[in-house]
């Protein structure tokens, strides 16, 4: 008696998305995701997946590099131009860099996705809270992409679009093998969750 007579091929499941791809989730992520004290109400079934601590690093670089920028620029203004109100705007703008600086690790263990049966769930905000469940059947592209620091720090931004452009979902900050393996997962789930439309 052959393998394929004594276990028949099973048929996909429709109630999980593959299960294969979970490890790779939550690969070299944060370890749990902070909720706002007082939101019992917020909480599903499931398991959150998180980005990647390295995406903290990239925005803190990147920011950096934007005060370097400026503070040239206003520099540069204020000597040679003779242009010393460009102080103000230039450390208006810095003043925000900084806060945003200082409340970006908060913000970044805020973020989190949540696979369900049906739809994907992706979270955000500590004070400002938004959450969004994209139904698989609903997606119509699955996008990833780059930018030049993202390549540096290995991430990648995977991109759900949708016919209303109002649950479009991006999650930032993912590793470069979570994002494929989310993106695989939600187009084999999406094409199974399409045909029944």
Known sequence: MSDSQTNPPREPSLERPAPAAADVLDEGTYSGIRIPRGSGALALDGTWHQISPRY???????????????????????????????????????????????ILPRQAKALGYMLRPDDIVFRRGILWQRMVAVPYGRMQLVD??????DRVFGLSQLKMVTAAAATGVQIPGLTQAAAEALRDTLIEVAETRRTGL
């Open 56 to 102: 903290v690093t990239s925005q803190l670089v990147q920011n950096a590099i934007i005060i370097v920028i400026v503070a040239i620029a206003a520099a540069i203004a204020a000597v040679v131009l003779e242009m010393t109100w460009v102080w103000i705007p230039a450390g208006a703008l810095i003043a925000i860099d900084v806060i945003t600086l200082a």
């Open 144 to 149: 990833i992409t780059q930018g030049p620091l």
